[in-house]
DNA sequence: GTGTTTGCAAAGTGTTTGCAATTTA
DNA sequence: TAAATTGCAAACACTTTGCAAACAC
């Protein structure tokens, strides 16, 4: 069965994600496993609770839409997910939680990533009295040529 | 009768704002110009559809909650104000139009705007090919202190 | 066995739309 | 009076929730 290949990358076995899940407070049931499977193998990637419900049950994988919500919820919630918000009408979550920025495609709704050494975010100002920097996210916003 | 005082904020007298209106080709409607007044009176902000419907009743100004979504539309159609994406579940409009980021409060969701020589975006990357910048958002998320 | 997780359907929230009535030019 | 605008209620898209059944340990 598709759900026990755990060598389709060679780099993340099967038993990593177990691991991961586990590490992070998570029981690894198969849904969540199915799920990080999807996530977290091959590239880095932006999606949302409806695409990543659609692939996995393009995949055979039977899991309902609230569970992908709870699960992409909760992978955000441990760190193994970043939530990006570029478009007020939908959440995206990123699988690259290092430090990086953003393409936004306005017309396709598409993202890419920008790597932290790609752009120089410098001369930062001070944080209002009584709060700190949690993260700077910048979001270029590009639209096709004409 | 409210609706009549031009007078509150002399730098915009009442009929600024129909000039403005029509000006961008907008009909200078009883229901825009009060908008428009409570928008671009006073300071600059940061407002949600359904908080400027509140205040507009607050006013005493009658206007149903789909017009205050439809002018908040037309006016970020003609460049009065700009949309920003912060949070995923409400779309925040912002009534200043020049160059600046932003500080979000994450617990309260407020925000505050950084003024433009108050931070460097430098080196930024080429857009991808055959796209162009739009525009380039930074958002300084912050969180309170323990 | 005990506590956690899931799926379903229902409810919730923010937003948009169709259309008749009203207003503007 | 012709065209634009409004308000209402219904529809919508996305997301969350309550709870019984299924599952993990």
Redesign the pocket.
């Known amino acids: 069965m598709a759900l026990m290949n755990s060598e389709t990358n060679p780099k993340r076995p099967f038993s990593d994600v177990i691991e991961r899940l ?1 590490s992070v407070g ?7 496993l199915a799920l990080a499977k999807l996530l977290f193998e091959g590239v880095d990637r932006h999606i ?3 695409k990543l419900h659609i692939e996995a049950q393009e995949a055979s994988i ?6 992908v ?3 992409l ?1 909760q992978f955000t919630d441990v760190g193994l997910l970043r939530e990006i918000a570029v478009d ?4 995206y979550f990123d699988t690259n939680n290092s430090d990086h920025h953003h393409f936004f495609f306005e017309e396709s709704g598409d993202l890419a990533d920008i790597e932290d050494d790609q752009i120089d975010v410098a001369r930062l100002p001070e944080p209002p009295a009584g709060t700190h920097i949690e993260r700077v996210d910048v979001v270029i916003r590009v639209i096709e040529d004409k």
Not at 88 to 91: E, L, M, V
Request: proline share 4%; net charge positive; no cysteine.
């Open positions: 586990r998570l029981r690894p049931t198969r849904q969540r949302t609770a409806e039977r899991v309902s839409l609230a569970t919500y709870n699960t919820h007020s009408s939908r959440s």
